[in-house]
């Protein structure tokens, strides 16, 4: 595996590369995950020692140097492409497979590894570049075209919805290319019983009907409208709280935006929470809601739905291919009132919620780890029958 994203920086590419790694390395595979090198700040920023995370005995963390780069985690890092690198990884051990999650600096290294080394690369888009084309400093025309031409120098392509090759142009993809999920811990992530539903309500002070969003605080996130619909749920006389998880650049930034719709006791901050307290604040939960118009996927998306909980989800990108009727609500990602109406009717209908978290549990089941395990098993074996060992 190599990667410019990787942990200490949390995200869903992170989490879906450590879930995959750990389940390969379960089933008898040996893994090598070829990531960036953190500072010391990157691992104090998510409160947690500077140490590798245990992925099993099969699995086995490289660091290589890097530099930092503007995002809005505040973590980023890309790794140095070494002009060596193949020679080190013969020597260490030719690997039958290369899977590549990175585009852009250590991903150049994996195209010259399979290149020389005759190994077959794969390679899966995590990114949609439009959803991030304010943020990013050449056109988003320019940037596609690159992704394009990285992917099209790979074996095979993959990505976590059909959305992320319908924005690249599906006929400039040469390669066989197919979607993959990022894969849902469904027994971490899992519904509770009513009655420690309201004893784990009582113990962390929920007394109100509770809206969650988790995920990285950025920008593109678009988590303004649901402050902005917070407001209007308030002015028209509906008692409720949103709770927000995860870290960002863009927290002060939404904190002045809370304050100044008189909404700021309404709205409570709770940083970056490990998985376990994610999954248990999920599931005791009202429902969950996300905005934001720059998903591939949004694995929070579908632990939301694992957790047995209704989701609000904006009309954008991937979040339709995972969001139905049955499960959840499509909303115009700029409408905070059409989103309060929505929010409101979904808070005031418990029968309404049990059903669509019953709907969606049954939605992140077909993403859970063991099946998206068997996806890639099926296609690293298809890749060295196209292209066998010499």
Not at 18 to 34: M, N, P
Not at 153 to 175: I, N, W, Y
Not at 304 to 329: C, H, K, Q, T, Y
Request: proline share 7%; hydrophobic share 40%; net charge neutral.
């Amino acid at each position: 595996m190599f990667t410019d994203y990787f942990f200490p920086e949390l995200g869903g590419i992170q989490d879906s590369i450590a879930t995959i790694s750990r389940s390969l390395g379960s089933r008898g595979h040996q893994v090598d995950i070829y990531a960036p090198r953190y500072a010391g700040p990157d691992y104090r920023r998510i409160g947690v020692p500077i140490r590798e995370r245990d992925l099993g005995e099969n699995v086995r963390v490289r660091r290589r140097p890097s530099l930092p780069f503007p995002s809005s985690t505040r973590q980023s890092r890309a790794a140095l492409p070494s002009p060596i690198a193949p020679a080190l990884l013969a020597v260490r051990g030719k690997p039958d497979v290369i899977h590549t999650h990175s585009f852009f600096g250590i991903g150049l290294e994996a195209l010259l590894n399979g290149a020389v080394l005759g190994i077959p690369v794969i390679g899966t888009n995590h990114t949609t570049i439009a959803g991030f084309g304010p943020h990013i400093s050449i056109s988003v025309r320019r940037a596609s075209a690159y992704v394009t031409w990285f992917h099209n120098r790979c074996d095979h392509v993959t990505a976590p919805s059909q959305s992320v090759f319908a924005e690249l142009g599906m006929a400039k993809l040469r390669l066989p290319h197919q979607v993959i999920s990022n894969p849902i811990d469904t027994r971490l992530f899992t519904p509770v019983h009513p009655d420690e539903r309201a004893a784990l309500r009582a113990q962390r002070g929920l007394t109100v009907p509770t809206i969650t969003y988790a995920g990285r605080l950025g920008p593109e996130k678009n988590i303004e409208v649901l402050l902005h619909a917070m407001a209007v749920l308030r002015g028209h006389g509906v008692d409720a709280e949103l709770i927000i998880a995860g870290h960002g650049s863009h927290e002060p930034i939404l904190r002045m935006l809370a304050a100044e719709l008189g909404i700021d006791r309404q709205v409570r901050f709770l940083g970056t929470l490990a998985q376990e307290d994610l999954a248990e604040l999920l599931r005791i939960s009202d429902t969950f809601a996300i905005m934001s118009t720059s998903e591939t996927q949004s694995m929070v998306l579908l632990q939301a739905m694992a957790s047995g909980i209704p989701v609000v989800a904006a009309d954008s990108r991937a979040l339709p291919e995972f969001v139905s009727p049955a499960n959840g609500v499509l909303v115009d990602p700029h409408d905070p009132v059409t989103l309060a109406r929505v929010l409101a009717d979904i808070l005031a209908s418990p029968e309404r919620r049990r059903t669509m978290g019953s709907a969606g549990r049954e939605t992140a089941e077909r993403y859970g780890i063991d099946s998206v395990t068997d996806r890639w098993e099926a296609l690293y074996q298809s890749a060295l029958q196209r292209n066998p060992a010499e």
